[in-house]
């Protein structure tokens, strides 16, 4: 029972301040608990409101590109001073936001030209906006999908004043459905990665290269952001979990005049987009009045030269989290779940995340405990996210930065006791 007679609002503000919460918010809080007759759990509702703000924890999901975590985790770090955005350091005049980094992007994905966007779905927004509003671009019924929350292709495509044709059907499309789609009409040919399923069985799509011949630039949505599918910065080549992934070198060779995709999946960058190709097209994108929308800021970019950057030095397995964690050898992960002294040590599957790569896994080690702790180590002062199974919680250790490993079990101590 509370008391009868409630607190003023500032002295329980006051007695909240270990919450670390600002006095305004603490006041807010305060003024419900007790209007609500609450006051008592006003501690309770201060921590539930902390917890709601954005922090760090450490991701034992073993999901490496956890899109409620903010997909690939970045090192990134402010230094409280400007850069050189939109500033020529060689002239002192007005520079380009874009030029170092798209060339760098371009560099790596073998392209004429690439700009970035805030995100992929921005990226195919804006393609069809620039290249095909008023026009019409041919989609194949097996790729005119839905992918994470919300992007929609017939959606996308509306937005953008471009008219979808859909050519083939859902499980076969031949290089003849797209040639009968075709017409004076037709801006483009999108091909869209289906990143978060398959179509088994009796399928058939056509390549990029088969639509190559065509009159029409193809433009393909290759969705996660692998650049080069034979992996040149991983000394054992690409991995089993990454076959069949569509990458951007690759998809261009084979004559996409543009390909887009997201940073922060397979990339292992910042939220953001890309658009490369040839440079008349991807120069049209630029010129858009939309591109002023879409464009991110220095924070993004600066982030995405330091990614960019270590592709070309090919040492990602070092200096970008998700290839770190990507590459580690499972031995080295059962090493470190054996010497965490928490939970009993098992062999674990990893996935890659960020709805690519549907139904593959890579090998992982971690600890298992009984029943189930999440709702406590989501609780501790650096948050652990972990999976449950049939009432035992696991911890995947591929996805926790060995760094973190004496965290992770100081957590995981403190929500068992
Ligand atoms: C992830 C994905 C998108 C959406 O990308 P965002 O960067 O989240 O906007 C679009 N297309 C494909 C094929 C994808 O895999």
Redesign the pocket.
């Known amino acids: 029972m509370s008391a009868p007679r409630p607190p003023s609002v500032d002295a329980l503000a006051r007695s909240l301040a270990s919450s670390g919460l600002p006095h305004p918010l603490l006041v807010d809080v305060a003024r419900a608990a007790i209007a609500d007759g609450d006051w008592e759990h006003a501690h309770d509702r201060a921590a539930n409101l902390a917890q709601s703000l954005l922090q760090p924890v450490i991701n034992a999901t073993g999901v490496l590109l956890h899109?409620n975590l903010g997909?690939a985790p970045i090192l990134h770090e402010q230094h409280g001073r400007p850069v050189n955005l939109e500033f020529d350091l060689a002239t002192g005049r007005r520079g380009s936001r874009q030029a170092s980094v798209g060339s760098l992007l371009a560099r790596l994905c073998g392209a004429e030209s690439a700009v970035v966007v805030?995100?992929?779905?921005?990226?195919?927004l804006l393609v069809l906006s620039a290249l095909a509003e008023g026009q019409e671009v041919l989609v194949s019924r097996g790729e005119s999908?839905e992918?994470?929350g919300g992007?929609r292709?017939p959606e996308v495509m509306e937005q953008s004043g471009a008219r979808l044709v859909d050519v083939g059907t859902t499980n076969r499309t031949r290089l003849a459905d797209y040639r009968r789609g075709l017409s004076d009409r037709t801006a483009l040919v999108l091909k869209?990665?289906?990143?978060?399923y398959r179509v088994e069985g009796f399928t058939e799509e056509t390549t990029v290269g088969e639509l190559s011949v065509l009159d029409v630039p193809v433009v393909a949505?290759?969705?996660?952001g692998l650049i080069d599918a034979t992996c040149p910065w991983l000394p054992s080549g690409p991995p089993p979990w990454l076959v069949g992934e569509p990458a951007a070198v690759q998809t261009l060779a084979a004559g996409a005049s543009i390909v887009?995709?997201?940073?922060?999946?397979l990339f292992g960058g910042p939220?953001?987009?890309v658009i490369a190709g040839r440079a008349v097209l991807v120069e049209r994108c630029a010129r858009h009045p939309l591109m002023r929308a879409l464009r991110p800021g220095a924070l993004t970019l600066t982030a995405l030269q330091e990614v960019a950057l270590a592709y070309l030095r090919r040492d990602v397995t070092t200096t970008v989290p998700f290839w770190t964690m990507a590459a580690t050898p499972v031995s080295v992960l059962e090493q470190r779940a054996v010497a965490l002294g928490v939970g009993t040590p098992v062999a674990l599957e990893a996935l890659p995340g960020?709805?690519?790569l549907p139904g593959t896994t890579m090998p992982s080690f971690g600890v298992v405990i009984d029943g189930d702790v999440t709702d406590a180590l989501r609780r501790q002062p650096t948050p652990v996210i972990a999976r449950v199974r049939e009432q035992r919680t696991y911890l995947d250790l591929r996805t926790v930065p060995p760094d973190l490993d004496g965290g992770l079990v100081a957590a995981t101590r403190a929500a068992l006791a």
């Open positions: 899109t997909r805030n995100n992929n779905a921005a990226a195919v999908v992918i994470g992007f292709v869209v990665h289906p990143s978060n949505d290759i969705g996660s887009t995709f997201s940073t922060d999946k939220q953001a987009g960020a709805g690519s």
